[in-house]
């Protein structure tokens, strides 16, 4: 059986590593992976005849031999095969890494982070929403000798993940943007959540890495205070004297006004959101820690726009809509509302979906959501069956409150009853599709 470190020198020779047999480029190394409704290992030969160099394969197909000098390399399990090379690749490399994970704003935070540092730096950072088990090791191939760093998003759904992706991203800095009421099905608890979060403390305090983490969250200054030893950089709104300046129907963007060297300054963002302010100060700290000039990296801020169903902006030609559907958990979808609340944007409307992977605590959590929906906005849409039960539960007055059990459902609706004039926040767990009612309305 082949060994990690002759499987990476072969590697060396390849253009990069895939994963879909459907986007080979000439020269790659195709890792058949297995998922819920496909095996890559009936498509290595596919890969192959597409042009990949090699295909590593943990189900016998052609051991030993090869087509027109390419091959079939059988493992024990491709994935693990996956992971163990990236974590050596890794060790190849001397360059700082940022890990980030959290409940919320883990996505926003690294945009923020890898557009600060860019702007003195050669930066790698996770594309996309590629913060698991595959798209970890896939960001560190991404690495190469031009990189001067990596930011590294993980995401985690049990104990346990952070602290493998950690084992394999092995980062010198991290930071954990919130923990919250998310996966609580795969935690069991709150407890939990910041039990495996907190692994990204724990590996940085063994490594003797720097943690950045935000002063005005109680949550994460108890679990720094639980790790002696621990090196770390403070951040926060309140922590900085930050003020948050209020968003109007006609400015709706996050405004954060502070003072740096004794002068006033104005930050003016592209995302909706007073909860981003914590994500802002985040990628200053990040980059004031490795130098980056203050003025560029106010400037990398307020060029960043958002284009993922997060804090997004998105003006129809009929209605004005936030859109942050992405994903939602209690405390994301409580911030939102409470947010979209505090605005003097007209015509309010909630376009909601279920937050999914709650477990025990689902009913209970989203009967309280939908209470805080039922005092922001005059009409609400909800789409899932946790919505609708607690919708039930609650006696919501019909008038106010309209359930689908789907998006299809709520997109046919809206088609045939059109909204105008509105301003419309939509957000629920990606499961539901939420994003695709912007097409609708």
Not at 164 to 176: A, D, E, F, S, W
Not at 180 to 188: D, Q, S, T
Not at 234 to 252: D, F, K, N
Not at 399 to 417: C, G, M, T
């Amino acid at each position: 059986m082949i060994t990690v470190e002759e499987l990476y020198a072969l590697y060396k020779r390849c253009s990069g590593i895939t994963t879909d047999s459907r986007n080979i480029k000439d020269g790659s190394m195709f890792f058949a992976l297995k998922g819920e409704k496909f095996d890559g290992n009936d498509f290595a030969l596919d890969a192959l005849k597409a042009g990949a160099r090699y295909a590593i394969v943990d189900r016998f197909l052609l051991e030993g031999t090869s087509w027109r000098g390419r091959k079939c390399i059988v493992v024990e399990n491709s994935l693990n095969m996956l992971q163990e090379m990236a974590a050596y690749h890794r060790r190849q490399l001397d360059i700082p890494v940022i890990g980030i994970t959290g409940t919320n704003g883990k996505t926003t935070t690294k945009e923020l982070i890898a557009a600060v540092l860019s702007k003195k730096y050669d930066v790698v950072a996770t594309q996309e929403n590629f913060n698991n088990h595959i798209g970890v090791p896939l960001t560190l191939f991404r690495i190469d000798d031009r990189t001067d760093m990596a930011v590294v998003e993980m995401g985690a759904s049990a104990p346990g993940e952070i602290a493998q992706l950690t084992r394999i991203v092995q980062p010198t800095c991290g930071l954990i943007t919130t923990v919250g009421k998310a996966h609580i099905e795969g935690f069991g608890s709150f407890e939990g959540v910041k039990k495996a979060k907190g692994e990204l403390y724990d590996i940085l305090r063994q490594r003797g890495g720097v943690v950045f983490y935000n002063a005005d969250n109680e949550h994460l200054c108890e679990m720094v205070s639980h790790r002696p030893g621990l090196c770390t950089r403070r951040y926060g709104v309140r922590e900085q004297g930050v003020e948050i300046l209020p968003a109007t129907a006609e400015s709706p963007f996050l405004q954060l006004s502070l003072e740096h060297d004794g002068k006033p300054v104005r930050i003016r963002t592209n995302l909706v959101g007073a909860y981003n302010a914590d994500n802002v100060m985040a990628a200053l700290s990040v980059g004031e820690a490795f130098e980056v000039p203050f003025a560029k990296a106010v400037a990398a801020i307020e060029a960043y726009s958002p284009s993922n169903s997060r804090s997004q902006l998105v003006r129809t030609k009929n209605n004005v809509l936030i859109v942050d559907a992405y994903n939602a958990n209690p405390s994301s979808m409580r911030a939102a509302l409470d947010n979209f609340a505090a605005t003097d944007f007209p015509e309010k409307v909630l376009m909601l979906g279920d937050m999914l992977e709650l477990g025990q605590e689902s009913s209970e959590e989203h009967r309280a959501i939908l209470q805080r929906a039922c005092e922001v906005a005059p009409v609400i849409f909800l789409v899932g069956e946790e919505f609708a039960r607690a919708s039930r539960t609650l006696h919501t007055d019909p008038r106010q409150v309209a359930s689908f059990p789907d998006i299809e459902s709520l997109k046919a609706y809206v088609e045939e009853h059109p909204l105008a004039g509105k301003t419309i926040l939509i957000k629920g767990s990606n499961g539901n599709h939420m994003q695709q009612a912007v097409k609708a309305l």
